[in-house]
């Protein structure tokens, strides 16, 4: 039997007087890992396009519409991939949790603030990406944090072509088979090889992450970065704010981070996170609220960059 979630032991370790000890569970972080599109890729979005109820469009704000693996039809769509691949994409997708920390962070479930960003850039594309503010050589640098199916990230792809704008976007999710069996088929989906070949993705824990673009000298080159979803633990703060302080372009870089107000049951909220950007030891970040939307479970969409101060 494959194990891909934390469980209890069965047989807990016992001290000398026989009585159960306590056991600390060491996790060991997802490493960052470059997924590179292949024949794979390619092979699944055909058996997709095969099979009933293999894809799904829909639209993800007005005027832009996009084609997605409908994760109904996924395990069908993998036959002959390898047994233990597909028990344990099977334990991800038939999880009874959304979030299993450290194991699987939800990429599978489009949650709810991801229209709510993508709608804020549609009406926002030309301040987000403002012609006076081009990087040099014209080609904008965003990456998706936190991308789960890739929709923000895709739908900029759509308005950046709508508008002439060149921009590369990167994906990174935690989970490799979130990136491997629905981000970039979502990308083939939509876009052809020309485009796809402007984007990279990366799955991995963030703090490994951080380090890859360390040592491929990489740190600080986003223009933009979306995220959405992604502060609803706090434990989850200090990486996050990593990430922002290493790979933001300095004095120009930008996040636009789409969370709920409050998330009941992990702690995480917009205006602890801008609280901790105002008290972070190293001053660098300022943050702020650009929308809100109080329809509903009350949302936020944050604005977060380099201090100018």
């Not at 600390?24 to 470059?34: F, G, T, Y």
């Amino acid at each position: 039997m494959f194990r891909f979630f934390p469980e209890e032991s069965d047989n807990p370790p016992h001290d000398n007087k026989g009585e159960a000890s306590a056991v600390k569970k060491v996790i060991v972080l997802a490493p960052c890992r470059l997924i590179v599109v292949n024949q794979n890729h390619y092979n699944l979005v055909a058996n997709l396009r095969k099979i009933e109820a293999g894809e799904n469009q829909f639209e993800v704000c007005k005027g832009v519409s996009l084609t997605c693996v409908n994760l109904s039809g996924l395990l069908k769509a993998l036959e002959g991939e390898v047994a233990e691949q597909k028990e344990k994409l099977n334990c991800l997708l038939k999880s009874t949790s959304d979030l299993v920390s450290g194991v699987y962070e939800g990429g599978f479930k489009t949650w709810e603030c991801t229209f709510d960003l993508v709608k804020y850039v549609q009406d926002n594309f030309n301040k987000i990406f403002d012609e006076d503010k081009k990087p040099s050589g014209g080609v904008w640098r965003v990456l998706d944090l936190g991308c789960g199916s890739g929709l923000v990230g895709l739908s900029v792809l759509k308005l950046a072509e709508d508008n002439g704008i060149d921009i590369r976007v990167d994906f990174q999710d935690y989970n490799e088979e979130v990136i491997d069996y629905v981000t970039v088929p979502n990308t083939l989906f939509n876009f052809d090889d020309e485009r796809v070949a402007k984007c990279t993705y990366f799955s991995g824990d963030w703090d490994n992450f951080v380090d890859q673009r360390l040592s491929s000298n990489q740190l600080n080159s986003y223009d933009v970065i979306f995220s959405s979803e992604t502060i609803y633990n706090l434990d989850y703060f200090p990486k996050f704010m990593r990430v922002l302080k290493s790979c933001l372009k300095s004095g120009r870089g930008c996040l636009y981070l789409a969370a709920k107000t409050f998330y009941f049951g992990v702690g995480g909220n917009t205006r602890t996170f801008l609280k901790s950007v105002e008290l972070d030891k190293d001053k660098v970040l300022e943050g702020s609220i650009a929308h809100a939307i109080k329809e509903g479970v009350h949302r936020e969409i944050l604005c977060i960059r380099h201090n100018q101060s």
